[in-house]
């Protein structure tokens, strides 16, 4: 719960920083009113860490600069035209944006950008009310126009005006509902759901870009799953990732099997939960996390109801690799997370084999050899994907990837199984088959990979002997 003193304490501590103290003191002394507006003064409030350092103003742009270069060590536009101009100071990077009132033509989410009188006028235009109070320099003095504070309290996210207007002026603001419902483990308000549902069609003027970095952003917070199932229920989601409302299947009373949809959101939360206890302090894995949420995309397209009950989903794996590298081109991501996300959707159900019965070092250096750089990951998502209620069948198998994590780390040790290569290079093929450059050294560097893989380190001597057997035989 939000305790206003202990609150109000932290705001002082932070108005008190290098910073924020040094700005305010140069706003001053112009005769420029100052602001730190937003995301600070809303996670000051509750308690949160502040990463970012955004300031509002009355001066111009132009004038913002002349008051910032004298007690900044760098200054850069982020955008003049928007008001915005970008600074470090006291080793901080800050952002100050002159007071804008903005209008929009409900065509695109372009604004059309006017400059505001006023630091009312300025926060009723943010998307919520939680993001829409100020803290007035240096007399500290808390602006909040909208009721942020009560909605700090009690803990529901809702926007400063009618939320189909908000809405209808930046569709964005829908995505980024879901990102703050999750990030601040805040209620949404009833009004701005239904406003969601009634608008979730107008995300379609909004850049593939945009929308992926939202995305992006939910799910770099601790549980997004919240935010995910508010997308959902409003069909926002099938506007722009239907593949995952899609997972909810119907379910036949004839034919039973896991809820895919509920099983892909805790399979999700059970990666970021591995994802923290393995690497504690690092940076949130996205396209492990995006991974996690679709590596079953593909089983609504190949679903079976067998005779008896029973459902399958054969080749899921590699139907839903597909459909996510298709849509998430859609969604403008670069190629290296496409590549690593649509590889771990091929990959993730290879293990289960491993639980059945034993793996050979063959099989397990193929297993390693297949995931590559991308091992790591398939371990927490391998893990993460059993959610199973069946006790003794999930500590089968969490013993059974403890085994062959083990094994893996032996052989590593043993032969550098990150870096497995043949016995000979490409060079060495030539010399020994009298060969130039071409298809048949592809062959044999092929060749003697699979002996590597099957039969461990042999040494030049023995690979040459094999290569020359296996050229004999072609021959």
Not at 144 to 156: F, Q
Not at 189 to 208: F, G, K, N, Y
Request: no cysteine; charged share 30%.
């Amino acid at each position: 719960m939000l305790n206003m003193a202990e609150g109000v304490a932290r705001l002082d501590a932070l108005a008190a920083s290098p910073a924020v103290a040094t700005l305010a003191q140069a706003f001053a002394a112009a005769g420029r009113e100052l602001a730190l507006v937003g995301g600070p003064v809303r996670d000051a409030l509750l308690g949160r860490e502040t990463h970012d350092l955004d300031f509002t103003t009355d001066a111009q742009p132009d004038d913002i600069l002349k008051i910032v270069k004298p007690v900044a060590t760098a200054q850069w536009d982020i955008g003049r035209e928007f008001g915005t101009i970008g600074a470090r100071v006291s080793g901080e990077q800050v952002e100050i944006t002159t007071y804008r009132a903005d209008s929009y033509d409900g065509m695109t989410r372009k604004p059309v950008v006017a400059f505001g009188d006023s630091i009312d006028g300025d926060l009723v235009r943010r998307d919520f009310t939680v993001n829409a109070m100020a803290l007035l320099l240096p007399d500290k003095k808390l602006v909040d126009p909208t009721g942020g504070v009560d909605d700090l309290i009690r803990g529901i996210l809702r926007t400063p005006i009618d939320p189909r207007v908000s809405f209808g002026d930046d569709p964005l603001r829908m995505l980024r509902a879901a990102r703050f419902a999750s990030q601040l483990e805040f209620a949404v308000d009833p009004e701005t759901v239904a406003a969601i549902e009634e608008l979730r069609e107008t995300i379609q003027i909004v850049s593939a870009e945009r929308i992926q970095a939202e995305l992006m952003r939910l799910l770099g917070t601790d549980d997004p799953t919240r935010g995910i199932r508010l997308l959902v229920d409003t069909g926002l989601m099938a506007q722009f990732l239907p593949e995952i409302p899609a997972l909810r299947l119907e379910v036949d009373e004839h034919h039973h099997h896991k809820d895919v949809y509920e099983h892909s959101l805790t399979v999700l939360r059970q990666a970021i939960d591995l994802e923290h206890s393995r690497h504690p302090g690092a940076a949130p894995d996205l396209p492990l996390r995006l991974a996690s949420l679709l590596h079953d995309i593909g089983k609504p397209a190949t679903r079976k109801l067998e005779p008896g009950g029973a459902v399958t989903f054969h080749h899921h794996d590699v139907r839903g690799a597909r459909l996510a590298r298709k849509r998430l081109r859609e969604l403008r991501f670069d190629s290296a997370t496409i590549d690593t996300v649509t590889k771990l959707i091929e990959l993730h159900l290879r293990f289960f084999g491993y639980a059945e019965g034993a793996w050979t070092d063959a099989a397990v250096r193929r297993y390693v050899r297949d995931a590559g750089a991308e091992l790591e990951r398939l371990h927490i998502l391998t893990r993460a994907d059993v959610t199973t209620r069946n006790k003794r069948k999930a500590q089968m198998l969490a013993a059974a990837y403890d085994d062959i994590e083990n094994r893996i780390d032996e052989l590593a040790a043993q032969e550098e199984l990150d870096a497995i290569r043949p016995d000979l290079d490409g060079n060495q093929i030539q010399e020994i088959l009298g060969v130039g450059p071409g298809r048949v050294v592809g062959e044999a560097y092929r060749f003697l990979l699979d002996l590597r893989l099957d039969d461990g380190v042999l040494g030049p001597e023995e690979a040459e002997r094999r290569l020359r057997a296996w050229w004999a035989a072609r021959s």
